[in-house]
């Protein structure tokens, strides 16, 4: 496993977008829309992992939630795995709760999986694999 990215709750993307290019010192190099999940995504790149911020498209979706909750802030933290079935598999029996039964497809050509925050010290954790097509 190697730290992926973090991911931030934002509520407006494209001012999130200036302010992370100021402090990284650098533009995003990906805009995404992942419709299943009602968010909007973009791409900071930062030595071998990256910094994903995310604002929501609907009042429903996971971010909205999250940030009428705790406002904007840290979302969740990802780690890259090879195989996330096996992973997957793995954190079960090891008695960790997932919040889903199998990988979705996600933003930046990804599989992933979260593990419930009640499982790892009230943290978010996703589970993301390279989709190869």
Request: hydrophobic share 40%; charged share 30%.
């Amino acid at each position: 496993m190697k730290l992926e990215h973090i991911g931030i709750a934002v509520k407006d993307l494209e001012a999130a977008n200036e302010l992370y290019a100021l402090l990284i010192g650098k533009k995003h190099y990906k805009i995404e829309t992942v419709e299943s999940e009602q968010v909007n995504t973009s791409f900071f790149k930062t030595g071998s992992s990256k910094i994903e911020l995310l604002e929501a498209t609907g009042p429903k979706s996971a971010i909205a939630r999250h940030i009428e909750k705790r406002g904007e802030g840290i979302h969740h933290i990802a780690f890259e795995v090879k195989d996330i079935y096996a992973e997957m598999e793995r954190l079960r029996k090891e008695g960790f709760r997932l919040l889903n039964e199998k990988p979705k497809r996600g933003a930046d050509n990804k599989l992933v999986c979260f593990v419930h925050p009640k499982s790892a010290n009230s943290v978010l954790v996703e589970l993301c694999q390279r989709i190869v097509e």
